[in-house]
């Protein structure tokens, strides 16, 4: 497989943290200036300015037509693409939130102060799940939606019940000394990345 580039989108003016996908024919990137930003996929249009919380954007989700910011300070933005409101400020966490995942009925957070928020879709606290003294950089879901995986800056993954939130258990010294990135391959199959510019892989 060869890949090529085919096009350069300009906007941003500091780094760009997150991006998802909004539709079929768009993505949205989120980044240090508190943007974010819809994009053409077929290159022919500029990008369009979506809100500006003027706060560094680290993380985005997007969970039935409502954008979820998580910023460096720990606030979170309910942001309804569809009706064009204010975006909506939520406090919960102390420090920043690395990581956002939308789960069924549910939106995960996790963040700078190793806690695990559970949120319903209105973005009402739902439930918190206390994780590690170290932050928490990255999740991953199963392919079968049964297990969650954590990155902590303690050098650990954990694994929990994607059900009930419930530990099942953890992997120990995963890397030195932060986990920031997870992808399951396959559900027994597990690969991570550290600062210390590894990548390992766990069944």
Not at 39 to 44: A, T
Not at 56 to 70: E, K, P, R
Not at 71 to 77: A, E, P, Q, T
Not at 91 to 103: D, E, P, R, W
Request: proline share 2%; hydrophobic share 40%; net charge neutral.
């Amino acid at each position: 497989m060869i890949i090529s580039q085919c096009a350069r989108f300009k906007g941003h003016n500091s780094a760009i943290y997150s991006l998802v996908q909004l539709d079929r024919e768009n993505f949205l990137s989120a980044g240090g200036d508190g943007w974010v930003a819809s994009w053409p996929v077929d290159k022919k249009g500029d990008g369009r300015l979506v809100c500006d919380v003027k706060e560094q954007i680290f993380s985005i989700a997007l969970h039935d037509n409502v954008l979820i910011l998580g910023c460096m300070d720990g606030h979170l933005y309910q942001v309804d693409i569809l009706k064009g409101l204010q975006p909506r400020k939520i406090q919960y966490h102390k420090k920043g939130v690395f990581a956002i995942m939308s789960l069924g009925e549910h939106i995960l957070t996790v963040g700078g102060d190793g806690k695990m928020a559970v949120w319903d879709k209105r973005m009402e606290l739902k439930e918190v799940v206390v994780i590690s003294h170290s932050s928490l950089r990255t999740i991953s879901l199963s392919p079968d939606r049964s297990v969650l995986a954590i990155g902590a800056s303690d050098s650990k993954i954990y694994l929990l019940d994607a059900q009930t939130f419930s530990l099942l258990s953890s992997i120990e010294a995963a890397h030195e000394p932060s986990v920031f990135s997870i992808a399951f391959i396959n559900d027994n199959f597990l690969v991570s990345g550290g600062r210390d510019a590894r990548l390992r892989s766990w069944e």
